[in-house]
């Protein structure tokens, strides 16, 4: 992973951006529900634009066999597709996210055509969990955002 130049993103900074909504919809297709920004989270502000850095917690949830969609913090950019329903980091996948369900099929072709270099990996259960978000997230897709 490359070196991420650039101030802590505070709260201004989640605006629901491009860049946002992109780093929300990966931490969603793999499990990571913490990458908050309370000026000491995984999120910087280089060249204007939000980046996100430690992906540490990628796919725990799927090597733990958790299968619900996955939010400890309620301001972290995966809050576009996933809300909070218990203290415990479980919630509920949100409605109307902020993509169309055309652009979600889409990506869902790249995501699965990946499946070889997972299967040579041994994490074949990794896209499974990344393929199964992406389908609750399509399954609430309106057809244009």
Do not use: C
């Not at 650039?6 to 990571?32: M, N, W």
């Not at 913490?34 to 540490?56: C, Q, W």
């Not at 996210?97 to 994490?123: I, Q, Y």
Request: hydrophobic share 40%; no cysteine.
């Amino acid at each position: 992973m490359e070196y991420v130049d650039g101030p802590p993103a505070g709260p201004a900074d989640l605006t629901g951006s491009p860049e946002e909504v992109k780093i929300g919809l990966l931490d969603a297709l793999t499990g990571l529900g913490d990458r908050y920004s309370d000026r000491s989270g995984n999120l910087k502000v280089r060249d204007g634009k939000l980046v996100g850095y430690d992906h540490g917690g990628a796919w725990l949830a799927a090597e733990l066999g958790y299968e619900g969609p996955f939010i400890r913090e309620p301001q972290a950019p995966v809050r576009h597709f996933i809300e909070p329903s218990g203290d415990d980091g479980t919630g509920r996948w949100r409605d109307n996210p902020p993509l169309p369900a055309a652009e979600l099929a889409a990506l869902r072709a790249r995501v699965e055509a990946l499946r070889p270099a997972f299967r040579r990996a041994g994490r074949g259960a990794w896209l499974d969990y990344s393929l199964a978000a992406l389908d609750q997230i399509t399954a609430r897709a309106t057809a244009t955002a």
